[in-house]
Every structure is written in C-alpha cells, then in structure tokens.
C-alpha cells in the first residue's frame, strides 16, 4: 500500500478534516492507510477493537484498498455494520449482510462480525439486542459514507436527530435514498426497495472516538458541497461531522468539483 498520496487540497471545515485526492484510487489509498495506522495504535493498548463499517458502492475502493495493507491485526477487531433493509432476505445483491461477507469477512478472519438480522420478527428486538453489544464493544473506529441526500447510515433527513435516544432504530427510507439505491444498482427499480432500515442513530456514530468519511464520485458533488457549507442542522445530516473532535472526510476531484476555488479558500479559513 502506497502510503504517500499527497492531498492536492488540505483544510478544516469548522472542526472536520477535509482532504481532496486528485482519483478515487488516491482518496481511498489515503483513508485506508489512516484507518491501518489507527487500529496499529489502538492495538497497543487494546485487546479488542471495534470497528464500525459502512456499506454501498462509495465504501469499495476503500474497503478493497484496506484489504492490501499488510499487518492489519484482523484477528483483534470486533465489527459491526451501520444499517440494514428491514425483511430483506440476507443473499439478496443489496443485503448489507451479504455486502460485508463479500467485501469483508470471507476475505479476512476477524474476531467476531456482528451482522444486524433484518428478518427478526419483531424488528424492535433486534435494534435492542445490536445497541447492547455496540455498547459492550465500545467502538474506536468508523468508517462512514455520506448519501446522496446527506444521510449518515440510514438517518435521512426527517428521521435524523442529533439527540436521538436511542442507539439502534427502525426508519423509513425517504424516496431520494430509495432513487440512489436504485441509481447505484441494487434494486430494480424504487417499488422494490424496501421502505424500512434498522440504522444505527446519529448520537451512537458520533461517539466513536474516530471517524474515517469516504465520499467520492460525482453523484456525491452536490451533497459534499452543502454538508461543508449549510448551516448545521437534521435537513442535512452529514453536517453535524463537522462537530466531530478527530473526523476526516477524504474526497477525490469528482466529489469535490462544486466546491470552487474561493469557495474552498474561504472554508480554509475558518
């Protein structure tokens, strides 16, 4: 793994770390390599650690890259995923579960994955039983997404609160995420996209002492644009990243092109 990517552009966003690569190759190179030198850290002072894991098409290259650095102490982590459709059958092409399998657990051996079950009958039990052992894990890392509406997880706008209660809820998806999932090719068309999720809340993200966001391509253009520059609030959920103590959001020139030059200067000042 390449590790000297250079950021063409560097700068904070309130307390959020942005960096800009010129392709998705050098952006998930980059959050790759910080991911590995975390969990090298936290393997010093650590017998287990939890690692939260985001899912859909902007988390490949990232994942992939992560695969190829040597000496990652799989063995150690504790995974979990963010967000799973409510009903979905666990081999259907846009199962969360089955993603992770794919992309994560029959590539490497880790200590334990815990898979959120959206079959349970009663949805509310599962939530409940996936909080306790995020608790009991006490995660240090999360990888993290931005949707295209902004969602984090699957915390869209009208559903999403920053003061939530809860760790683990059931949401209905709202029908701009429904369109990127079909867009991203999961499902067929939006009538075959389920209308429920169980997620992992906003308060249970924003409490993992570190926070890797991975957003690229330039689906993502708009959305990036308005969670750096909006003012903070639920209409835009990836806006509250930029309160985070030691989040860093890595963007390729694809993501970042509506943010322009003085735009970007003026961010860099802040």
Known sequence: MDAGNVAVQRFDCDRLKVDIYESREEAASAAATAVAKELTRLCRIRESIGVIFATGASQLAMLRALMQVPNIPWSRIQGFHMDEYVGIPPDHRASFRRYMRTELTERVKLKEF?????????????????????????????????????????????????????????????????????????????????????????????????????????????????????????????????????????????????????????????
């Open 114 to 270: 815990h898979e959120i079950d959206g079959n349970v009958v009663p949805p509310e039990r599962e939530c409940r039983e996936y909080a306790n052992a995020l608790r009991l894990a006490d995660p240090q890392i999360c990888l993290v997404g931005i949707g295209e509406n902004g969602h984090l997880a699957f915390n869209d706008p009208g559903v999403a609160d920053f003061n939530d209660p809860l760790d683990v809820k059931i949401v209905d998806l709202d029908n701009d995420c429904k369109r990127q999932q079909v867009a991203e090719g999961w499902f067929a068309n939006i009538e075959e996209v389920p209308t429920q999720a169980i997620t992992l809340t906003i308060p249970a993200l924003l409490r993992v002492p570190k926070l890797i966001v991975s957003v690229p391509g330039p689906r993502k253009a708009k959305i990036v644009r308005q969670a750096l520059t909006a003012a903070i609030s639920a209409d835009c959920p990836a806006t509250i990243l930029r309160t985070h103590p030691d989040a860093t959001v890595y963007l390729d020139a694809e993501s970042a092109a509506e943010l322009d030059g003085d735009e970007l200067l003026e961010l860099s000042r802040k």
